[in-house]
């Protein structure tokens, strides 16, 4: 199995850029994938195969990666993006891992 | 286009649990398939994941050996029982497949919830 590092908690005031970061050492090897979940729903895919966009998906999501770091990044952020997000790796060999998520706060 | 988990409950430490999820609009037996679940307060965890045919089955090191993974394509319908069911297994089991081409989870389940309790 492999692991995915995320930061427990990101704020972001309304209007502004939030970046959330996913970390491991499969990332290079690997696709990485975005989901959001709100309290009490189901996880929603925001990114996926590292940096495309879902149709119905904001514009304002977007994903970057450099080696063994990936990036969510959301520009111009709103009260609605308040949310955990996880980034999400593997497939290959059959396993799957979700990062620890990370709560994003907008105020 | 939905997935729909039932068989969910309060069952006491070692015993048994069935969880079934209903797939509809769209053809079930060409994607592979997964079961996902998150504790009460925490993440999401990877639990098992079938091929669209049946043929192989993978699953998260901290359930093999206890939880199975199945399908019936003429049902169209996921399974995973749990045995030998530990406190540590209690959350909300999600089934989710990849069904758009974009991911292996681009459709969810809301869930059904597992408490391991005496």
């Known amino acids: 199995s492999f692991d995915l590092t995320q930061p427990p908690s990101v704020s972001v005031s309304p209007g502004q850029t939030a970046r959330i970061t996913c970390s491991g050492d499969?990332?290079?090897?690997?696709?990485v994938y975005w989901f959001q979940q709100k309290p009490g729903q189901a996880p929603l895919l925001v990114i996926y195969?590292?940096?495309e966009r879902p149709a119905g998906v904001p514009e304002r999501f977007s994903a970057s990666t450099s080696g063994t770091i990936v990036t969510l990044t959301i520009t111009g952020a709103q009260a609605e993006d308040e949310a955990d997000y996880y980034c999400?790796?593997?497939?290959?060999?059959?396993?799957?891992?979700f990062g620890p998520g990370t709560k994003v706060t907008v105020l | 286009v939905q997935l729909v988990e039932s068989g969910g409950g309060v069952v006491q430490p070692g015993r048994s649990l069935r969880l079934s999820c209903a797939a509809s609009?769209?053809?079930?037996?060409?994607?592979?398939m997964h079961w996902v679940r998150q504790a009460p307060g925490k993440g999401l965890e990877w639990v098992a994941m079938?091929?669209?045919?049946?043929?192989?089955?993978y699953y998260a090191d901290s359930v093999r050996g206890r939880f199975s993974i199945s399908r019936d394509n003429a049902k169209d319908t996921l399974y995973l029982e749990l045995n030998s069911l530990r406190a540590e297994d209690t959350a909300v089991y999600h089934c989710?497949?990849?069904?758009?081409?974009?991911?292996?989870?681009?459709?969810w389940g809301q869930g059904t919830m597992v408490t391991v309790s005496s």
């Open positions: 989710a497949g990849g069904v758009n081409g974009t991911s292996a989870f681009d459709l």
């Open positions: 609009g769209f053809t079930f037996s060409h994607h592979g």
């Open positions: 079938i091929w669209y045919d049946g043929s192989s089955q």
């Open positions: 499969s990332l290079p090897k690997e696709y």
């Open positions: 195969k590292d940096t």
């Open positions: 999400q790796s593997g497939g290959s060999g059959g396993l799957h891992v």
